[in-house]
Nanobody
C-alpha cells in the first residue's frame, strides 16, 4: 500500500502564490508517475498536472499552463506543485495521486482512472 499526504494549502489573494507538497510513503518503489487534481464544490475532479517519475516529463491542464509547475524529488518520494498568479477559479481541494502502472504516454495521466492511490486533499482558497 501507499500513503499520500498533502500539505501547503491555505488562503491567498488573487495574484499570489502557494506551494503544495505531497509525501508518499509505503510501497513507493513501484511509482511510475504522480499527479495533482482539484475539485471545486459541485464540480467533478479535474486534472491539474502530472509528472513521469523517472524521466520527469510533465503535463499540464491548459487552465494552469504557465502558472503552475510540478516537480518531484525521487530521493524523498515527494511531488510539489508551485502555483503562481493564482485566480479565484483556482479555489478547490487539491489532491495528490500516484500511479503504479507503467506510463506509456504522459497524456494518459490526465485521467483520474490512471492513478492507483490518492491523498486526502488540501484546501486552496483564492480571494478576489
Amino acid at each position: 500500500q501507499v500513503q499520500l499526504v498533502e500539505s501547503g494549502g491555505g488562503l491567498v489573494q488573487a495574484g499570489g502564490s502557494l506551494r503544495l507538497s505531497c509525501a508518499a510513503s509505503g510501497r513507493t518503489c513501484s511509482t511510475y508517475g504522480m499527479g495533482w487534481f482539484r475539485q471545486a464544490p459541485g464540480k467533478e475532479r479535474e486534472f491539474v498536472a502530472a509528472i513521469h517519475w523517472s524521466v520527469g516529463i510533465t503535463s499540464y491542464a491548459n487552465s494552469v499552463k504557465g502558472r503552475f509547475t510540478i516537480s518531484r524529488d525521487n530521493a524523498k518520494n515527494t511531488v510539489s506543485l508551485q502555483m503562481s498568479d493564482l485566480k479565484p477559479e483556482d479555489t478547490a481541494v487539491y489532491y495528490c495521486a500516484l500511479r503504479e502502472r507503467r506510463v506509456i504516454k504522459i497524456g494518459t495521466m490526465q485521467s483520474v482512472n490512471a492513478y492507483d492511490f490518492w491523498g486526502q486533499g488540501t484546501q486552496v482558497s483564492v480571494s478576489s
